[in-house]
T-cell receptor, first 114, second 109 residues
Framework: DAGITQSPRHKVTETGTPVTLRCHQTENHRYMYWYRQDPGHGLRLIHYSYGVKDTDKGEVSDGYSVSRSKTEDFLLTLESATSSQTSVYFC?????????????FGPGTRLLVL | LAKTTQPISMDSYEGQEVNITCSHNNIATNDYITWYQQFPSQGPRFIIQGYKTKVTNEVASLFIPADRKSSTLSLPRVSLSDTAVYYCLVGDTGNQFYFGTGTSLTVIP
């Protein structure tokens, strides 16, 4: 399995508080992605990064921001968490040598916003 | 932007071949087609990827017609452990990707 870790794996927080989720890779892949997964919606892209300090919005980016200050880390921040952001969040990476189009996923973070 | 459409669910008996079709009418020239498998409480896992015609690996085959507006994942002789959700993904590295809602496959003994 690709070397991708997510932290924390589980988090409970209250509405209005800031939350930061971390994705860490040891594969030196160029691209990193944040998805959320909700019942009835499959996986939806929140933001992605195509290099250090280079990011772009996905399908459901409202209420989220990201940062990538180094190749191995991609942070997802909920500035002021809302109950609608209760979800499972997956990080993915791609762009490895000779394997550019395949995305590899992390184990996920379960977030509950009360 | 290439969105995908798949059947919501399918049932199959053990040992049968299962074919899951995905429609992607707006596929772009540079887009690849990738299929993932997901078990509960886990991240999606790569199964197979292709650009055109047919691709086969040790676990599945992927059939892509010439117009590339659809693709079919073929799982030979499924077992109970193949019960999972299967996603078709169309996109190009560094661009937008749409997973859709996936196909929930249930393998019956």
């Amino acid at each position: 399995d690709a070397g991708i870790t997510q932290s924390p794996r589980h988090k409970v927080t209250e509405t209005g508080t800031p939350v930061t989720l971390r994705c860490h890779q040891t594969e030196n892949h160029r691209y990193m992605y944040w998805y959320r997964q909700d019942p009835g919606h499959g996986l939806r892209l929140i933001h992605y990064s195509y290099g250090v300090k280079d990011t772009d919005k996905g399908e459901v980016s409202d209420g989220y921001s990201v940062s990538r200050s180094k190749t191995e880390d991609f942070l997802l921040t909920l500035e002021s968490a809302t109950s609608s952001q209760t979800s499972v969040y997956f990080c993915a990476i791609s762009g490895g040598s000779g394997d550019g189009e395949t995305q590899y996923f992390g184990p996920g973070t379960r977030l509950l916003v009360l | 932007l290439a969105k995908t459409t798949q059947p919501i669910s399918m049932d199959s008996y053990e040992g049968q071949e299962v074919n899951i079709t995905c429609s992607h009418n707006n596929i772009a020239t540079n887009d690849y087609i990738t299929w993932y498998q997901q078990f509960p409480s886990q991240g999606p896992r790569f199964i197979i990827q292709g650009y055109k015609t047919k691709v086969t690996n040790e676990v599945a085959s992927l059939f892509i017609p010439a117009d590339r507006k659809s693709s079919t994942l073929s799982l030979p002789r499924v077992s109970l452990s193949d019960t999972a959700v299967y996603y078709c993904l169309v996109g190009d590295t560094g661009n937008q990707f749409y997973f859709g809602t996936g196909t929930s496959l249930t393998v019956i003994p």
